[in-house]
């Protein structure tokens, strides 16, 4: 269950950051050139593959130009 739970989260974050990232007009490889994080890494997070830490979390929204709240609110 909270497998599932921990699954559902990934996923509904993962869409939040592509719809943010797509609607900033910015490619994989510029947000992986701008925030450090490898372009595969990036790849999995937006389809909810991957669990990533709150300095990636900041590193990324830094890198889009945004508060951190914003990829959280989803």
């Not at 991957?50 to 945004?66: M, P, S």
Request: aromatic share 6%; charged share 30%.
């Amino acid at each position: 269950m909270a497998d599932e739970k921990n699954q559902i989260v990934l996923i509904q974050f993962g869409k939040r950051f592509r719809q943010i990232r797509r609607a900033k007009d910015v490619t994989l490889e510029d947000l992986a050139n701008r925030s450090g994080i490898a372009y595969s890494s990036i790849v999995k997070l937006e389809k909810g593959q991957i669990n990533t830490g709150i300095a990636n979390v900041i590193r990324l929204a830094e890198a889009l130009g945004i508060d951190k709240k914003e990829l959280m609110d989803y």
